[in-house]
Structure formats: structure tokens, C-alpha cells
């Protein structure tokens, strides 16, 4: 499985902005894809999850009111909306997928990840 993040760029506070996943590769469908960002200084931090058959959201407390996730299975996409966005949201994000169970908040449970993508928002 192979995915590709895109979508990221430089913002003002307030803006908002979508990124995709494309999730490509030989294997069967992965059962979750899940968006991560690495915060400047910090280790991973999980932001939201969606399985791909059912469409089940996980979303972190910490960003919960201002993203959604969705995806697009003819597309083999998943989507990651954030709106009102702030200078500490700036950070590399990225999606990552398991075959193996849902979407969780650990890094460690998925097989696969992407390159991220990085947002910047300025004040």
C-alpha cells in the first residue's frame, strides 16, 4: 500500500484548507486511514481516522471542532478538512493506513504511511 499526501501550504489564520490522501498499491483495501501531523519539536499526533468500508470518524479532542475527514472509495481517497486554522496547527501531515483493525491513536498500529504534506499558518 502506498500513499500520498497533498494539499498542504502556506495559510493566514482563520483559512481553511483540504487534504487529500491517495491510497494506491496491489494489496486489498486497508480497513482504516488515519491523518497524523508532527508538530514542530514534538512527536506524532494523531488528528482524525475513517474506516473505509463502513465511514466510521475518529476525531482528536484537540482539533475535533474544526476538521472533518471523509473519504471517496472510487477515488481511493481519504479527505482531511480543517477550517479556522492557527499558527500551532502548523506541521507536517501526513495519512497513514492498517488492514488490521480500525482507526486508532497510535502510530504504531498502522503498516503503512505516507509522506506528509506540510500546512503553514501564519498570524
Known amino acids: 500500500v502506498q500513499l500520498q499526501a497533498s494539499g498542504g501550504g502556506l495559510v493566514t489564520a482563520g483559512e481553511s484548507l483540504t487534504l487529500s490522501c491517495r491510497v494506491s498499491?496491489?494489496?486489498?483495501?486497508?480497513?482504516?486511514v488515519s491523518w497524523f501531523r508532527q508538530l514542530p519539536g514534538q512527536g506524532d499526533e494523531f488528528v482524525a481516522g475513517i474506516t473505509l468500508r463502513g465511514g466510521a470518524t475518529y476525531y482528536s479532542d484537540a482539533m475535533k471542532n474544526q476538521i472533518r475527514i471523509s473519504r471517496d472509495n472510487a477515488k481511493n481517497s481519504v479527505y482531511l478538512q480543517m477550517n479556522n486554522l492557527k499558527p500551532e496547527d502548523t506541521a507536517v501531515y501526513y495519512c497513514?493506513?492498517?488492514?488490521?483493525?480500525?482507526?486508532?491513536?497510535?502510530?504504531?498500529?498502522?503498516?503503512?504511511r505516507g509522506q506528509g504534506t506540510l500546512v503553514t499558518v501564519s498570524s
Open positions: 497513514a493506513a492498517t488492514s488490521d483493525g480500525p482507526a486508532t491513536m497510535s502510530r504504531n498500529d498502522y503498516e503503512y
Open positions: 498499491g496491489r494489496t486489498s483495501t486497508p480497513y482504516a
